[in-house]
């Protein structure tokens, strides 16, 4: 058995850490050879909550879970990670404007980065999942200038699974047989899920999506809206937001950080935007098509981009333009 690991869940009190943290804590992330210490952080109203959250951790009787530590202290909480998976925020309230959501959360997501910088292993994985996710994600690392950039990451794997799956449906194949969809931009409705290079076993032979489909106006319109309203469908049927399928979502990005994508197979990620070939600007905090090997992402490069994607990559650039600055204005008053 190795070493155990540090791992953070913040916001560790609500419904998307009660789906995840039974996953991790029974080894669906970092194998079954990985024990585990969890840290769980959340707002001190909750600790009666999440004290309920360790008795229940508990009573699961996992045998790769060496420790659960419970806290409303950011340097308890920060201390010595290896990985942290920053799900808490400031949610929207009814009738609140976008702007004022960008700015709770900067001041929270300031505050958790400067603890990263402080507490943290200088070689933590960073994820954030708490919406708006991207700018949240750029706001955190911004605030933690000794860790590298390229270790924060913003999850946009939700979105690229409802791509999958939708895919997977519509042709009456398991999601397992389509890959290489991509989530480029904001985790918002702006993002542009784009099959234009993905693959799909039919019949035990892989063919594009398109030619599979044949349907270029579902393909073009109905299926992209599908995937960038899901959320909001969602909490239109259950009265709450995506949980179980975040959960899992968050458990497919760490895991595939921790142990490297599928040979010829990429996924969806908010990364850095430096050095990117697609003429997205730079320092924006944007869901790229990456591949990962040795726990380090790369770009896929030399994917051709059609004029119909084009503008639907620069739209959703824009708007993380938008949130940036906004955020660096709120970040130098903060």
């Avoid at 659960?68 to 950011?74: C, G, H, L, R």
């Avoid at 955190?140 to 590298?148: N, V």
């Avoid at 035990?204 to 809206?225: H, M, N, P, Q, R």
Wanted: hydrophobic share 45%; with cysteine; proline share 4%.
């Amino acid at each position: 058995m190795s070493e155990p690991i540090r791992v953070l869940v913040t916001g560790a009190a609500g419904q998307i850490a009660y789906s995840l943290l039974y996953s991790i804590a029974k080894g669906d992330v970092f194998g079954k050879e990985q024990p585990l210490v969890l840290v769980l952080l959340d707002i001190t109203p909750m600790m009666t909550v999440l004290d309920g959250v360790i008795m229940e951790l508990q009573d699961c009787a996992l045998p790769l879970l060496r420790e659960v530590i419970a806290t409303d202290k950011e340097a308890v909480a920060f201390k010595d990670l290896d990985v942290a998976i920053l799900v808490g925020s400031m949610p929207r309230k009814e009738g609140m404007e976008r702007k004022e959501l960008l700015k709770a959360n900067v001041k929270i997501f300031k505050s958790q980065g400067a603890a990263l910088d402080k507490y943290a292993k200088k070689t933590v994985k960073v994820v954030v999942v708490g919406n708006p996710a991207n700018t949240n994600c750029l706001t955190a690392s911004k605030s933690a200038p000794s860790i590298p950039k390229e270790n924060f990451s913003c999850l946009t794997r939700l979105d690229h699974n409802r791509a999958k799956s939708q895919i997977a449906l519509r042709l009456g194949v398991t999601a397992n047989d389509v890959k290489n969809v991509i989530i480029w931009g904001n985790h918002s409705s702006t993002q542009y899920p784009d099959v234009t290079h993905a693959k799909v076993k039919v019949q035990g032979k892989e063919v594009g999506v398109y030619e599979a489909v044949k349907d270029d106006s579902w393909l073009k319109g109905d299926f992209i809206t599908v995937v960038q309203q899901r959320g909001a469908a969602v909490i239109k049927a259950r009265k709450l937001s995506s949980a179980m399928s975040a959960a899992k979502a968050i458990c497919d990005h760490v895991r595939d950080i921790w142990f490297g994508t599928p040979e010829g197979e990429f996924v969806s990620m908010g990364v850095i935007s430096d050095g990117n070939s697609y003429g997205i600007p730079e320092d924006l905090l944007y869901s790229f098509p990456v591949v990962i090997k040795d726990k380090t992402w790369k770009f896929v490069e030399g994917l051709p981009i059609n004029d119909f994607s084009r503008e639907k990559m620069d739209l959703t650039a824009k708007e993380l333009m938008e949130e940036k600055e906004t955020a660096v204005e709120f970040l130098s008053s903060a």
